[in-house]
Structures are given as C-alpha cells and as structure tokens.
C-alpha cells in the first residue's frame, strides 16, 4: 500500500493544461488575431552576396520578387549607341517616320532649311548675275535683296528716260522744276512696274510646281530686268533709241535676260527650265513691251 501511494499524493499531480480562451472584443470590434498568426514569418537573409548557404539571392534585398524594379538612375545612352542593335535578337527599333539615314528630306527652296550660302555683298552679287549667274541665283534662292534691287532699279529708271529719243526731247527742252518730277516720276514707275511683273513670274513658277520664296524671286527679277538692259541704255543715251546698233545690242540683251530669268526661276523655285522659262514668259514680254529695248 505504500508503494501505491507513492507519487499519488495531491500535491503531487501533474498540472493539465487549460484550453486558452479568446479575448472578448467589444461591441463592435474586430475579432483579434489567433496567437498562432502572431508568430513572425522568417526573414531572408539581408546579404548583398550569397546566403548563409553559398547559394545566390534570387530576390536581391529581400524585398518583393514580384514588384517590378525601377527604372535605372543616371544618363542613358542615346538611342542608336546600343553596341547590340541590329544583331540577331536585338533588331534596333525606329518611331515612325525615322530612319537611320536622316528624315529623307531634299532641300526645297524657301523653307526653313539651311541656305546653299552666306548672303552675297551687293558688289559680289551685281557681279555675279553676270559673271557666275547659276552659283549666284543658287546661293542666293533663300535671302532677300530688296536693298540692291530698288536702288539699281530707281538708278536704272532715272537714265531710262533718256534712252528713248521723244522722252530725252521733252525733258531736256523743259524747264529744271518741270523735268525733275518728270524723271523721278518715271524712275518710281520702274519700280513699281518691276515688283508686279517679279510677282506675276512668281506667281506662275508656284503655279507651275515650284515652292521658291517670293522675295528673292521678285528682288532677283528686278535686277536682271536693269542689268540685262544696261547696255542697250548705254549706246542709246549718244546714239539714239532708233539706232540700229542699239536695235541690236537690244534684242541681244533682251535674250541674254530670257536666259538669266529661266536660270534664276529654276535655281529658286527647283523646276526644269522649260517651266522655268515658261514662269518668265510674261515678265519678258513686260519688259519687251514697257521698256521696248528701242525696237517698238
């Protein structure tokens, strides 16, 4: 009996564990969280290398394998410096209408593209309209000349009126206050008669496919109209309208203009000189008429 009660005592009993309850919650509240979801989940290791095994981080820093990474920091190479484009698997991709050879695009005259030259100074550009006429119209097809077109023109205008022999009679025979406004007037109206006929043979080069600016057009015309018909008014002012060798030297100037007017038209405007000389049909005829190189 003693060996039976041994260990059996009461204050020998082996403690039994008691269920745990859940906390009560409020009214209201959210049920806590079981003990079991308090526990910590396991960290990954924070190595920058491999892990404790020597095996390699797939996550890198631990953070989410799912979040996509950032975009990396720093300059970037331009687009066509990838030293893989254009190899098997790495075909180098292009926006829409770009290529690798530049935009394509030809020059065309009068748009904001870079000029075939620097602007001319008047003396070099009065020389080469009859010297080097194609490089001149061609250099010059983007740039303005109103400045050496008005001025040779009105010059131009002042001694035309003594190329004709009735002109040259009514105004040396009048009186100083009578034959000045008498000269100034028909210079102006040189002028004014050279602009509108630069700009109906610009219009027509336009008309006719060329995409030429209008201000070096109608400029370039001007001076070819004066120059072109300097020498004619040189033999008149002694010899006479009617002369026979100023008839001449007329129609051979009248011709010479003809050529510069289609080369002009077609270096400024990008067309073939049949269309060319076709835009600078009315101008010719104009100056055939106006001017009447001493033959009408």
């Known amino acids: 009996m003693a060996g039976f009660r041994i260990g ?121 309209i009859v010297l080097r006429p194609g490089p001149t119209f061609w250099q010059m097809r983007d740039y303005a000349v109103w400045g050496p077109a008005l001025i040779v023109t009105f010059l131009y205008g002042l001694l035309a009126l003594f190329g004709f022999d009735q002109a040259r009679d009514e105004a040396i025979n009048a009186t100083i206050s009578t034959a000045i406004p008498y000269v100034l007037s028909t210079a102006v109206a040189f002028v004014i008669g050279g602009l509108i006929l630069g700009a109906v043979t610009h219009t027509l080069a336009r008309q006719l496919g060329g995409d030429g600016a209008w201000q070096p057009t109608v400029g370039l015309s001007m001076l070819i109209m004066s120059i072109t018909d300097a020498p004619r008014l040189l033999f008149a002012l002694f010899l006479g309208g009617e002369n026979s060798l100023v008839q001449v030297v007329g129609w051979m100037t009248w011709l010479a203009a003809g050529a510069l007017f289609t080369s002009m038209v077609s270096k400024s405007h990008d067309l073939p000189w049949p269309k060319a000389l076709g835009a600078s049909a009315i101008q010719l005829i104009g100056i055939l008429s106006i001017i009447k190189l001493g033959t009408i």
């Open 8 to 128: 059996r005592g009461r204050d020998n009993r082996t403690p039994q564990r008691q269920p745990q309850q859940a906390p009560q919650t409020p009214y209201g509240g959210a049920p806590a969280a079981p003990p079991y979801a308090q526990q910590q989940a396991p960290q990954w290791p924070q190595t920058g290398g491999s892990g404790p095994y020597g095996e390699p981080e797939y996550f890198g820093d631990g953070g989410d394998p799912h979040q996509q990474p950032y975009p990396p920091q720093g300059p970037q190479p331009p687009r066509g410096s990838d030293q893989y484009a254009n190899t098997p698997g790495h075909t180098q991709m292009f926006a829409v209408g770009e290529t690798p050879y530049g935009d394509g695009a030809a020059y065309r005259a009068g748009d904001a593209a870079q000029p075939a030259g620097p602007r001319l100074h008047w003396k070099q550009l009065l020389s080469g």
